[in-house]
């Protein structure tokens, strides 16, 4: 007797990895009533700038960041899944500054569709890239879900002092941008049957590299801000820096993108995510008039385990680029600059 052949994870998902994320203006509305949390002394962030991760601090030498991340699948095998649902959830941690200590499985998959191996495959991959960084899965939590779900919670240290946020950022600051764009691209290609195996590689590759360049931007001269490149896009969440820090982030209508990238965009391959963000923030993004429209949904692409967004006194700008690009983000470039002005995001 033979055992049915089980279904394609990406078809049993109706969407994938951060395209995943509800849009960032259904998310404000729902947010809107929710009560402050708060006075609570020792809570240094938590979600008044829509920042990577909470952050409480210990003692004086040591804050606790606390994050999670989980979304459906992005790609077919398991344990590429796993492996890139962890890196995304670690993300966070990184983008604070810490060095993450600890992370907890959340898992929810349809177990009458998908075979106990399969399943466990998926948590091999996350815990692969846990002891990649460092930290074990001490636990979790699972349920049976109609989607396949699968993600962490990511605890960190970091100095209290040290602490990097998306809300520090100068006037006169470069910014660079560790990873290039276009996951979401490719992840839609995948699933259109459109992607040849470079792509899949680079795409793989790319949400798979671990951002713990992160954990030695902390205490680092010059390096006033800092926030991880998911679900918003690259424009979603150079906003929330721009509001977080009260300035103005200008951009440049051609970043950085992984190999592919471009050939499929201008062929019109998108996620709907990218609309829906957009459709969100448009309205506090000044774009050029000649700029097509697959360059701006570029923009707003949702980036799955994406790359570090840097803001940096423009003096040590150089010295931090060569140090991202030495720990292997070797298409690490810089990607715009804040200046005065209204909390806007400007393309150039």
Sequence with gaps: MTTPEEPRLTSLAHGGGCGCKIAPAVLQDILKDMPQAGPFANL?????TSDDAAVWRLNDRQALVATTDFFMPVVDDPFDFGRIAATNA???I?????????ALAIVGMPINTLSPRTIGRILQGGAEVCAAAGIPVAG????????????LVALGLVDPDQVLTNRGAKAGDVLILTKPLGVGVLSAAFKQGRLDAAGYAAMVASTTKLNTVGAKLAGREGVHAVTDVTGFGLLGHALGMARGSGLMVELTASPPLLEGVEALASAGVRTGASGRNW??????????????GWRRDLLTDPQTSGGLLVAVAEDQAEALLALVRDEGFG???????VAEGPARVSVA
Excluded: K
Aim: proline letters at 6%; glycine letters at 12%.
């Design 331 to 337: 298409q690490a470039a810089v990607v715009g600059r």
């Design 44 to 48: 240094m962030v938590g979600t008044e």
């Design 90 to 92: 670690l993300s966070d």
């Design 94 to 102: 990184y983008a604070m500054g810490a060095t993450p200590i600890l």
């Design 279 to 292: 459709a969100s923030y448009g309205t506090d993004i000044d774009l050029p008039s000649e700029l097509s």
């Design 140 to 151: 979790g939590h699972s349920i049976d879900s109609v989607e396949p779900i699968y993600g």
